[in-house]
Structure formats: C-alpha cells, structure tokens
C-alpha cells in the first residue's frame, strides 16, 4: 500500500505570547494554548492532498511527544489522516531522538514519502526532517514550496532558498520539509472531529522501539530577549529625515 | 583546545559572506583552531579567498564534479569524513547551512545548537526560541562533537589580510546520486543582498499589490537599500519568496530599517530586532511595528515615501 508518513508535534500555539518564567527555568505553558505545530499542518495538508489525487493510499501522521500529544493527533485524523502514531514520551526530546523513533515507524510502515514541518515553531530547531534523512540514507527536499510526485520513482521539489526558488529531484522514498507556501491547510468541519475519535490511534514507547531518549543538550537557563527601547513618533517625512541625519545614519 | 570546522558556503566561485561571519562566532572560542572546508567542483577561487580570512588556520579543499551545486545529501558524508579530529563543526544558519549541518549532525549521531547568537564556553551556547521571544542557554554534554549552525545576524563577518595554508584533500566516500539538481531561479538586482545590507526597505500588505511595491524600488535605491517584504506581502505575490524577513525567512541585522506597511507580527520582528535603527511607516498608528520603532510616522504611506524619496535624494 502506498503509505505518506507525516511528522507532528505539539506546540504552543503561533498567536500566543511567550512569557519566560521568572526562575529561567524554561517557558510559562500552563494554561496556554497548544496546537500541531503550523508547518505540520501544511505537511499534512500537503499529503492529503496527493491523497485525494489518487497518489497514496494511506495517511499516517506521527508524533513523539507527552500524552496530551493525543488533541493534536486527533486534530490530524480530523483534518483527514487515516491513522496516527503516538510515541509517548515526556521531558525534552532531541531531534536525534525524535528521528530515531520516526526511523523505526518508517521501517515498520514503509511509506514512500514522509513530510515534515521544516521547523517547530517553539525550540526553532529546524532539523528533524535532515536528521531523518541522514539516519534513513535517504534524499532530502527541505524548505519545499511545491512538490510533484513523477511517477512511482522520483519527486520534483521546489524550494525556497536565499537566492530564489532552487528545483530538485529526488528518488523516491524521500523526506520533504514543508515551507509556508505549499499550500494553505483546510479547515476542520466538525463532522470530521466526530469521525476522528473513531479512527485508530496506535500508542507506542520508546523503550518499545529501542530508541533511547538521551539528551546532549542542557537546556541550562532560559531568559527574556533584551527589550528596544521604545521610540519617538515625528509628524511627517521632514521631521523623519531631520532625525536620522542628526542620529548619523542618512 | 578547541578545534573548529566550518563549511564554507560559496556559488562555485566566491566564498559567500555567511562565511566570515561563521569564523568571528568561532573566534569567540578562545584559542580555537579554525580549519575551512571548501567542497567544489573547483574549490581553489573559493579556497584562496577562505585562507585571507583573519584568525584561520588552515583550509582544506575537496574537489569533487558533484560538489558543482550545493545538494545536502552530497556533501553531509564529506564533511563527516572530514569531522574526525575536530570539537565543532559549525555552518550557516542560511538555507544551505540548515539544510546540511543537520544532515551532518545526523550522520555524526551529534547534537546540532542552531542558530548560535553567543558562545559562553566550548560547551555552552546561546540561541533565539519562539520567535526570538526567548533566548535559551544550552550546554552541551561533556565530550560530544558539536554541530552548529550560526545566526547571521548575531556576528560581523571577520576581516581580511590571513594568509592560511591550503591542503587538497582526496577524500574517498561514497556520494548518493539519489538527489539532482535541476535548476534556481533567482531574481537578478543591482540592489545589495538583503542578508547583509547596511540598510533595507521592506513592505507589507499595505503596498496592495507588486505595482506598489515600485515605490519601495524608487525609495531603496535612493538610499542604496536592499528590499525587504512581511510574510503578507509574499503570501499574496506581491514580493518573492527570498525578500521575506522573520522567523522563517531571513533575519538581518542592518544599520537602518524601514517597514513601510508592516504591522509587525511577532514573527516579523523576529527578523528584524537586532537593527541598529527601525522607522516604521504606518497609517495604524496602534500597530505593534511602532513598539519597537526608534521612529514612528503615522500616515499614508503612497504619500509619505515619495516625499522621503525626495528629501534623501
């Protein structure tokens, strides 16, 4: 069966302000909104989508994270995935780690593609999807803004890079990273959300896999970015111009 | 001591400026040992100008025809082959170095710290989380290789007159044919490069569509300006993909910026708060842009930029 595996994390959601906790000790999540992580979305939008073309058979999204991991699951077979994976994990997880665990579901589930958010919006690393395809020996397309499945062998992906728009092809199974404009995610209808409690949803451990969770980083101190100061408003374009010369910078 | 390799990024014949911005982060590691790997085609251009960078050692240059465009996959093995002996392998936080570094990191079985902003010790790093909101010190395990991928905007780019030796390395990996370059399309301008500009105009929706943005054109020209664009503006095609600015696109740090039509999204400002100077154009004088604007003008922006355009020119 022609599978597409699709990562998701949990994350705090992209409209909430973060607070840092006053002992540094990390950020303040109680009480604040979570969501799947929005480059997941896109990830996910982007393989139903193929889906629907008739170019896979099956969705799977998976996760490594805590239990309450299972709402953004849910949101996932809500939006239209077919089965999800929950790697239940708590405390920090590295992204050697989560892609050590996305190796073992990909060996057990054998999809022909799997899509990632080319970053997580809360750690900023940006790396799971590379680290994958380093583990899996297998091509990658990060930062991908169009993606075309040619065939059962290769993939052309378009990215967005510093210089433009760069073109690659890929053989086929690859790992694709997703950038904000491959597509705009659907919303979720609630009949969906009523369908998506039905749908399987498989927990796993690591320990069950064989996937230790180590942790080379500290996460050692947590802190406030510096704050600008806040400036002065000038009346128009003269007063604009008088003020930057007298500060040196025109 | 520590010892420091960092992959060059080039276009096959000029080492790029990211570069030299890796070697003044690595410079913060006291008594390091900073060795250049140039992988090319034809790496010498790019080796001899790595080898004038101040405080490097040495360069090592691997030619290799499937170096001739910059694919992940290829170079990740070796630039393994070549992270034996060395405490840090650092890159880029560019599109290139993000994408490698953490096939790299992969490979190695070693953390990656992305987007370093600051080096406490050989094992301790400072880096931007959500969006910049939060700045996060980790500390790496005692022992490890680490990989890294440094913040642009956070480093000058080191200065000249170095004359390090250059060594061709044969190296003898296996490279996967698995990935192909096609082809980049890349807009072509006389403007300075948005990455590492002294000054940038950007716009945001308000601009309405990409006939708008002539006049943000006009204005950075006059001001020998790179231009910028909010997420808003590229979303709705107004302006490409590679003038984005904030937390997924680009994250500069010029002398002077100008948002003209930006409301300021947390995402946007992450790009954007190390600026020397931020004015702010916006005819919502409550738009978040004016809470971290040096100076703020409240109005019209289709007025307000050709008067400025007048007045600097």
Redesign the interface.
């Known amino acids: 069966m022609k599978r597409i595996l699709v990562g998701i994390k949990r994350v705090v959601d992209f409209n909430v302000r973060i607070r840092v906790r006053p002992d540094g000790s990390g950020v303040v999540t109680d009480g604040v909104k979570m969501s799947v992580n929005p480059f997941d979305e896109i990830a996910l939008e982007e393989a139903l989508r193929i889906k629907e073309r008739g170019g896979a058979a099956e969705v799977i999204v998976a996760t490594v994270g805590p239990a309450d991991t299972q709402q953004q699951l849910r949101s996932a077979l809500a939006m239209g995935a077919d089965r999800a994976l929950h790697v239940q994990a708590d405390g920090v997880i590295e992204p050697l780690v989560a892609a050590r665990a996305l190796l073992k579901l990909v060996e057990r589930e054998q999809p022909f593609l799997v899509i990632l958010g080319k970053q997580a919006i809360d750690d900023d690393n940006g790396q799971t999807g590379q680290v994958l395809a380093a583990l899996w020996n297998r091509p990658q397309a990060t930062y991908a803004s169009r993606l075309e499945i040619l065939g059962d062998t290769t993939a052309r992906v378009t990215r967005e890079v510093d210089a433009g728009l760069e073109t690659l092809e890929v053989d086929l199974p690859a790992v694709i990273t997703t950038d904000l404009r491959l597509n705009e995610p659907r919303y979720v209808k609630l009949p969906d959300i009523m369908k998506a409690k039905k749908k399987p949803l498989e927990t796993l451990t690591l320990a069950a896999l064989g996937v230790e969770q180590r942790q080379q980083l500290k996460l050692a101190r947590f802190e406030p970015p510096p704050q600008r100061q806040k400036g002065i408003r000038v009346k128009d374009a003269a007063e604009l111009v008088a003020q930057l010369k007298k500060k040196g910078i025109l | 001591m520590p010892r420091v390799l960092i992959v060059a990024e080039h276009d096959g014949g000029r080492l790029n400026v990211s570069t030299a911005r890796c070697v003044s982060c690595a410079r913060a590691l006291n008594d390091a040992e900073l060795t250049i790997a140039v992988c090319a085609a034809d790496p010498g251009a790019v080796a001899a100008q790595a080898a004038q960078l101040a405080g490097v050692t040495r360069v090592l240059a691997v030619a290799n025809p499937a170096n001739t465009h910059a ?3 290829v170079l ?1 093995p070796q630039i393994v082959a070549l992270a034996g002996p060395f405490t840090h392998v650092l890159g880029p936080s ?3 170095g ?3 570094m ?6 190695l ?7 370093i902003m600051g080096i406490e010790s050989p094992s ?1 790093f400072r880096r ?14 005692a022992g ?1 290789k680490v990989v890294g991928t440094v913040r642009m905007a956070s480093f000058e780019a080191a200065g000249g007159g170095g004359s390090a030796p250059i060594e061709k390395v044969a190296l003898s990996v296996e490279l ?1 044919a ?10 072509k301008t006389d403007r300075p490069d948005l ?1 590492t500009a002294a000054r940038v105009v950007s716009g945001g929706r308000a601009l309405g569509s990409a006939e708008g943005f002539k006049i943000l054109y006009s204005l950075a020209d006059k001001l020998g300006a790179a231009v910028g664009a909010s ?1 808003a503006a ?2 709705a095609g107004y302006a ?3 003038m984005q600015v904030g ?2 696109g ?1 994250i500069i740090a010029p ?2 910026y100008v948002a003209v039509g930006i409301s300021g999204a ?2 946007h400002l992450t790009g954007i ?1 190390d600026a ?4 702010a154009i916006n005819k919502d004088g409550e738009a978040p842009i ?10 019209d922006l289709f007025q ?1 930029i050709p ?2 355009e007048k ?2 020119g």
């Open positions: 694919l992940a996959a990740a560019t599109t290139f993000k994408d490698l953490a096939r790299v990191a992969g490979l079985g070693a953390p990656q710290v992305s987007d301790r931007p989380i959500y969006a910049g909101n939060a700045i996060l010190t980790v500390e790496a395990e490890v996967p698995h990935t192909r370059f096609i082809s980049v399309s890349a807009a990455l997420r590229v979303d490409p993909n590679e937390q997924t680009k002398e002077l947390i995402q708060k020397r100077t931020i004015v004016f809470e971290v604007a040096d100076f703020g003008l409240v109005g307000i008067e400025l007045l600097v």
